[in-house]
């Protein structure tokens, strides 16, 4: 898809899914900016790194206001320890809800007056923990709940103007996979519980943004485009003693 001419800005984008969605708007010929914390390891083809703490309002709020224009919002920055719900306290939980529920509301407000000129879309990176039990991860989840609900009243709210969609993305391939899965042998393994057989890649991520922010997706908005290789198979039915061969 050619989105020559358009800026798009991609905040947690200098690694994992989000290099991967960055890259890929990068290759429709768009003005990317990544802005993060820190910079990527490696330089992002295609891109300009701007260093941003999205937790700080007016830091965020002078980032957008310095941009001559924005067309589409990737609200992709977030993410969580594994951390039991006793292990600590609600103020720590609370952090998680900041960086993956308000950080988005903020850069979302602050860039809506540059989205609204150029009737531009706003796709926010949702999780499959937002839609089932997260044990270990319920503040993440709990919050990538609340972020696809924003979507939607954001979606009706700012209408005709500016699309909000979510992408509610699984089990991601990553340099940091084997944190999760152990390794190598446990990231193939947990892949193969998943439908279509593997983990997803960023690029597959980045490829389903970029549809939603395209014209292709014109007239789609307030929508949850689900990216996780066809779901989980139900636990139960490898407990069922019906329909088994013997």
């Excluded at 990176?125 to 503040?139: E, H, L, Y």
């Excluded at 909000?164 to 446990?186: F, I």
């Amino acid at each position: 898809m050619d989105l020559g001419g358009r800026t798009v800005v991609v905040t947690g984008g200098t690694r994992g899914v989000g290099a991967g969605i960055a890259r890929a708007f990068a290759r429709t010929g768009a003005d990317v900016v990544v802005c993060a914390r820190r910079p990527p390891e490696k330089p992002l083809e295609g891109t300009e790194f701007v260093p941003l703490d999205l937790r700080d309002p007016a830091a965020v709020h002078a980032f957008f206001d310095g941009l001559p224009r924005l067309d589409v919002l990737v609200n992709n920055a977030g993410g969580a320890p594994y951390r039991l719900l006793a292990g600590a306290d609600a103020e720590r939980h609370a952090r998680v809800i900041e960086l993956n529920l308000t950080a988005p509301l903020t850069a979302s407000l602050a860039a809506h007056a540059h989205l609204e000129r150029a009737s531009g879309s706003i796709v926010m990176i949702g999780s499959v923990s937002g839609t089932r039990p997260s044990p270990g991860s319920a503040a993440y989840g709990a919050a990538k709940a609340g972020l696809e609900n924003l979507a939607r009243s954001m979606a009706v709210e700012w209408a005709p103007a500016v699309r909000v969609n979510t992408l509610v993305v699984g089990m991601v391939r990553t340099e940091r996979s084997r944190l999760h899965y152990g390794d190598e042998d446990g990231v193939e393994a947990v892949g193969r519980t998943v439908p279509l057989g593997r983990l997803a890649e960023p690029a597959d991520v980045g490829d389903a943004a970029v549809f939603l922010a395209s014209d292709a997706a014109a007239y789609i908005s307030g929508a949850s485009l689900l990216v996780h290789g066809g779901g989980e198979r139900p636990a139960f039915l490898d407990a069922a003693t019906v329909n088994k061969e013997s």
